[in-house]
């Protein structure tokens, strides 16, 4: 009955922007950390952000810092993920999940119970 729900993926030119949406159904999302994650084509998945609970932080990992912010929309159990200044290596499924046991980036494990991923969504970055 808990799910996430993502969108807004897409293609983009080098340079551009797109913003994700995790949608959360069955909990409300603020309560806990959400964690987003990217699986580009031959890699192995990666967490590149964070959001703690009541948005207490937020961590980015250095290939996206500066670049990408993530925020939460209470009202609408929703978190987000706003991507500028895109690259060509940013391509990749982008997948969201809750809730992360911390959001330091020391950790990227999900509560071994109460763990949820998102569906994916394609971010393709191209010229």
């Known amino acids: 009955q808990l799910q996430l729900v993502e969108s807004g993926g897409g293609l983009v030119q080098p340079g551009g922007s797109l913003r994700l949406s995790c949608a959360a159904s069955?909990?409300?999302?603020?309560?806990?950390?959400i964690g987003w994650f990217r699986q580009a084509p031959g890699k192995e998945r990666e967490g590149i952000s964070c959001?703690?609970?009541?948005?207490?932080?937020?961590y980015y990992a250095d290939s996206v810092k500066g670049r990408f912010t993530t925020s939460r929309d209470k009202a609408k159990n929703t978190v987000y993920l706003q991507m500028n200044s895109l690259k060509p290596e940013d391509t990749a499924v982008y997948y969201c999940?809750?809730?992360?046991?911390?959001?330091?980036?020391?950790?990227?494990?999900?509560?071994?119970?109460?763990?949820?991923w998102g569906q994916g969504t394609l971010v393709t970055v191209s010229s």
């Open positions: 959001i703690s609970s009541g948005t207490r932080s937020t």
């Open positions: 069955g909990f409300t999302l603020d309560y806990y950390a």
């Open positions: 999940a809750a809730p992360l046991v911390r959001c330091d980036g020391s950790s990227w494990s999900l509560n071994r119970f109460l763990g949820v």
